[in-house]
C-alpha cells in the first residue's frame, strides 16, 4: 500500500468522524468513488491505523442503522416536493 493510499485513508476517516458523514456524502467530498471510500475505511486504514479505523467504524456503524430513516425522508422529500 502506497503512502498516499494510507493518507487519504486517514484523511476520510478523520472527516468522517468529524462530521458523521455518510459513505456517499465523504466520496462527493474528495471527488471518489463510494467504494474507495469504503475500502479505504474498511481495509486500508486498519491495517495503518487500527484506533483511528475503530473510531471510522462506530460512525459507519451507526449511519447503517440510521439508512432506513434517511430512505423514508428522501422518498418523502420526494413525492411532497420539498
Known amino acids: 500500500m502506497t503512502e498516499s493510499m494510507e493518507k487519504r485513508a ?3 476517516a478523520v472527516y ?3 462530521t458523521g458523514a455518510t459513505v456517499r456524502a465523504a466520496a462527493r467530498h474528495f471527488g ?3 467504494s474507495t471510500v ?3 475505511l474498511t481495509q486500508r486504514l486498519r491495517c495503518s ?3 483511528l479505523y ?4 462506530e460512525v459507519l456503524e451507526e449511519n447503517k442503522r440510521e439508512r432506513h430513516i434517511r ?3 428522501a422518498t418523502r422529500r420526494k413525492y411532497k416536493g420539498q
Do not use: P, T
Not at 475503530?54 to 467504524?57: N, P, S, W, Y
Open 49 to 51: 491505523n487500527y484506533a
Open 32 to 34: 471518489i468513488s463510494k
Open 16 to 18: 468522517v468522524i468529524e
Open 10 to 12: 486517514c484523511e476520510l
Open 54 to 57: 475503530l473510531q471510522a467504524r
Open 71 to 73: 430512505g423514508g425522508m
Open 38 to 40: 469504503h475500502k479505504d
